[in-house]
Nanobody, 126 residues
Framework: QVRLAESGGGSVQAGGSLRLSCDAS????????MAWFRQVLGKKREGVAE???????QYADSVKGRFTISQDKDKNTLYLQMNNLKPEDSGMYYC????????????????????WGQGTQVTVSS
């Protein structure tokens, strides 16, 4: 059974930084995609950043230039470095993992991910 565990969320002021981590040690796949999604109460879950099987990355337009997704394959850990945070970045952040279904990526589509963590809350105050 795949278990993903996020950590690193918290409360920061606008302009601050946070680094999220996702322990994905139970997930094994030869062609894997991993991503971060976020959700605000009452809204759809949206893709934030994805790293594909060949290391290619995709970002939501709203976070480009501020967020960086990376992974440590030895530790099987996914990261999301978030800089210059804005109040609109607030939400529950989820780690997701699955095989890549569209060439080397899943195009930040939540319907292509079947393995999810419990989430970590990020709150950015103005």
């Amino acid at each position: 059974q795949v278990r993903l565990a996020e950590s690193g969320g918290g409360s920061v002021q606008a302009g601050g930084s946070l680094r999220l981590s996702c322990d994905a040690s139970t997930f094994r796949a030869s062609s894997r995609c991993m991503a971060w999604f976020r959700q605000v109460l009452g809204k759809k879950r949206e893709g934030v950043a994805e790293i594909g099987s060949i290391g290619s990355t995709q970002y939501a337009d709203s976070v480009k230039g501020r967020f960086t997704i990376s992974q440590d394959k030895d530790k099987n850990t996914l990261y999301l470095q978030m800089n210059n945070l804005k109040p609109e970045d607030s939400g529950m952040y989820y780690c997701a993992a699955d095989i890549c279904r569209r060439s080397w990526a899943n195009d930040l589509r939540p319907d292509l991910y079947n393995n999810w963590g419990q989430g970590t809350q990020v709150t950015v105050s103005s």
